[in-house]
């Protein structure tokens, strides 16, 4: 019997250059609600602008039901919304599926539980594999005018993660005028994970297989231009945007054919772009393929626990493990690492996409973190720091990474591994853009917080996060400096921008210029607190070098010791 398929097509559409700015058909019921909202928030002939909720602002009907958040500070947040059915027991690795509807009003007053991760992260709020819940932030009074909708992806290296996180509360997005919802997504084994038993039962199906964790993001992204017209958001203006994990997660979206129509613009936080996080990780077994499958690694998983064959029996048994059995351990010789190849949601690397322009054409804004993070190979030595780069270059890698000689062997390892993995690959995906002629604007992110300047060598992996969400206790604690304050309002300030018109120039501050090729141009948040055009990139040297390293994927997959 065929399965109940609420997310995907087995036809995914072609990808389009205008395909995502094409307004997607709502539910009935959700055309009724704003038909009638519409009507109510009519007249007004003295010019004043009347809310779309004149009621009752905490409640929203959604296809589902009709839920009521908390109105705090003229912020109103709903938390805990199911966007998927729970995906446990036979639901285990299968695409998401339909929401049970609720009669009642269903309160939506606390964040539902993390997807299951071994390290939890938000202590307090509960792990379990039931953890398909999204959350809405929006303004208490909304204007006639639909919102532009911001969709928050987490990062984590897809073993953790949560939508519940404090430093990614969306209400300071709200006090700007947008509407921001964040959402999880199945982690780690659960997330992503492979096995002959599993393909075999999808084929009779038809569903999709591997990237259940990408599945659930599509899902949100689903469910958010289905709903989000009933909390004022414009389902035709939606921005997605995450970092670490949820940028590479971007790549995935913008590179999926089941993502066209989800969004209109994009914002990428140290997502690499170039490959996915383990390089060359297919579904099914494949020759030349430099990393076993997904198929072959859910084998060894299955092995350990004495679970054997391919067929219904052993899909069963991995089906009856915990979620602790699956969450334990993650090892990547038994873990895919995150995104598979599978030709369906993730049809190839990102790079190979992006060199044949076959991604989903919206703007970009993109960037990383000066101190980036990077996984450098191993040396003791400055010689073997450098060895990577040939005889050839030897002579400029030390010139540009090391011209006064002062540099440690850290250092230049660091340094040279987050150029690797960061900072070449966002400008790979710049030019890739750029020659589909699509605007992409990149940054580098250099503030570090007065509290931890002492302690830091310059911002590292994930530090813009806090600024961004303008959540700065969250994210440092006490100590928060004005300077602190004012960085955190200009970035902010910069994506809201970028959210509701495409693009990030503020008033006050430097017109941000799109990237251009030859110019090798950036726009800085610099370590001093301001706003700095850089024209060409100061690290263009550094970069040149790297760029056909990547491009022959010489350190790849070695980094992180597969």
């Given at each position: 019997m065929k399965s109940s398929l609420r997310f995907f097509s087995k036809s995914p559409p072609v990808f389009s250059s205008n395909a995502c700015c094409e307004p997607r058909p709502l539910l009935a019921g959700i055309v009724s609600l704003l038909t009638t909202l519409a009507l109510s928030a009519c007249g007004g002939g003295d010019g004043s602008v009347t809310s779309l909720f004149p009621t009752d602002p905490t409640q929203a009907t959604i296809d589902a039901g009709v839920v009521k958040g908390v109105q705090l500070d003229n912020v109103v947040s709903f938390k805990g919304i199911p966007f998927a059915a729970?995906?446990?027991?036979?639901?285990?690795?299968?695409?998401?599926?339909?929401?049970?509807?609720?009669?009642?009003?269903?309160?939506?007053?606390?964040?539902?539980?993390?997807?299951?991760?071994?390290?939890?992260?938000?202590?307090?709020?509960?792990?379990?594999?039931?953890?398909?819940?999204?959350?809405?932030?929006?303004?208490?009074?909304?204007?006639?005018?639909?919102?532009?909708?911001?969709?928050?992806?987490?990062?984590?290296?897809?073993?953790?993660?949560?939508?519940?996180?404090?430093?990614?509360?969306?209400?300071?997005?709200?006090?700007?005028?947008?509407?921001?919802?964040?959402?999880?997504?199945?982690?780690?084994?659960?997330?992503?994970?492979?096995?002959?038993?599993?393909?075999?039962?999808?084929?009779?199906?038809?569903?999709?297989?591997?990237?259940?964790?990408?599945?659930?993001?599509?899902?949100?992204?689903?469910?958010?231009?289905?709903?989000?017209?009933?909390?004022?958001?414009?389902?035709?203006?939606?921005?997605?945007?995450?970092?670490?994990?949820?940028?590479?997660?971007?790549?995935?979206?913008?590179?999926?054919?089941?993502?066209?129509?989800?969004?209109?613009?994009?914002?990428?936080?140290?997502?690499?772009?170039?490959?996915?996080?383990?390089?060359?990780?297919?579904?099914?077994?494949?020759?030349?393929?430099?990393?076993?499958?997904?198929?072959?690694?859910?084998?060894?998983?299955?092995?350990?626990?004495?679970?054997?064959?391919?067929?219904?029996?052993?899909?069963?048994?991995?089906?009856?493990?915990?979620?602790?059995?699956?969450?334990?351990?993650?090892?990547?010789?038994?873990?895919?690492?995150?995104?598979?190849?599978?030709?369906?949601?993730?049809?190839?690397?990102?790079?190979?996409?992006?060199?044949?322009?076959?991604?989903?054409?919206?703007?970009?804004?993109?960037?990383?973190?000066?101190?980036?993070?990077?996984?450098?190979?191993?040396?003791?030595?400055?010689?073997?720091?450098?060895?990577?780069?040939?005889s050839g270059d030897l002579a400029a890698a030390k010139a540009a990474f090391d011209p006064q000689g002062t540099a440690t062997v850290s250092q230049l390892r660091n340094q040279i591994g987050a150029v690797i993995t960061m900072h070449e690959p966002a400008r790979f995906v710049a030019r890739a853009f750029t020659a589909q002629g699509q605007p992409a604007y990149l940054y580098r992110f250099s503030y570090v917080p007065d509290s931890l300047k002492s302690r830091l060598p310059g911002a590292t992996h994930a530090l813009e996060i806090p600024f961004v969400f303008n959540n700065l206790e969250a994210g440092f604690g006490s100590g928060i400096t004005a300077a602190d304050r004012q960085v955190a309002q200009t970035v902010q300030s910069c994506w809201v921008a970028f959210a509701k018109t495409g693009k990030p120039s503020v008033a006050g501050l430097p017109e941000w210029p799109v990237f251009n090729t030859a110019a090798n141009n950036l726009l800085e948040f610099t370590a001093a607190g301001d706003v700095q055009i850089r024209q060409p990139d100061t690290l263009k040297a550094q970069i040149d070098l790297i760029q056909p390293i990547n491009e022959r994927h010489v350190v790849v997959n070695t980094q992180y010791g597969l």
């Open positions: 729970p995906p446990v027991g036979d639901l285990r690795w299968r695409a998401p599926q339909p929401v049970v509807p609720w009669s009642a009003i269903r309160v939506a007053d606390r964040f539902g539980n993390d997807c299951m991760q071994t390290n939890a992260t938000t202590p307090g709020n509960p792990v379990s594999e039931d953890c398909l819940y999204l959350n809405v932030w929006r303004p208490a009074s909304v204007p006639r005018a639909p919102l532009p909708v911001m969709v928050w992806v987490y990062g984590g290296g897809y073993v953790s993660g949560g939508a519940s996180n404090p430093r990614e509360d969306g209400a300071q997005f709200a006090k700007q005028g947008v509407i921001l919802v964040s959402f999880n997504y199945r982690l780690g084994r659960i997330g992503f994970f492979g096995h002959p038993a599993l393909t075999a039962a999808a084929t009779r199906s038809g569903e999709p297989l591997g990237n259940y964790g990408n599945m659930d993001q599509i899902a949100a992204l689903q469910w958010v231009q289905k709903n989000i017209a009933a909390f004022g958001g414009d389902p035709k203006n939606v921005t997605v945007f995450g970092e670490s994990a949820g940028g590479e997660s971007i790549h995935s979206l913008v590179t999926s054919p089941l993502a066209v129509n989800l969004f209109h613009k994009v914002i990428n936080e140290s997502g690499n772009g170039r490959v996915n996080q383990a390089y060359g990780r297919y579904l099914r077994p494949t020759p030349g393929a430099p990393l076993p499958s997904a198929e072959e690694q859910g084998v060894a998983f299955a092995a350990q626990f004495g679970i054997t064959g391919t067929g219904d029996a052993a899909l069963a048994s991995l089906r009856g493990l915990s979620a602790k059995q699956l969450t334990d351990n993650p090892a990547i010789a038994t873990f895919a690492g995150g995104a598979i190849i599978d030709g369906k949601v993730v049809p190839e690397e990102p790079e190979v996409l992006y060199s044949k322009g076959q991604f989903i054409k919206v703007p970009m804004l993109l960037g990383t973190n000066d101190a980036d993070l990077g996984f450098a190979k191993p040396a003791t030595t400055k010689d073997e720091v450098f060895s990577i780069f040939g």
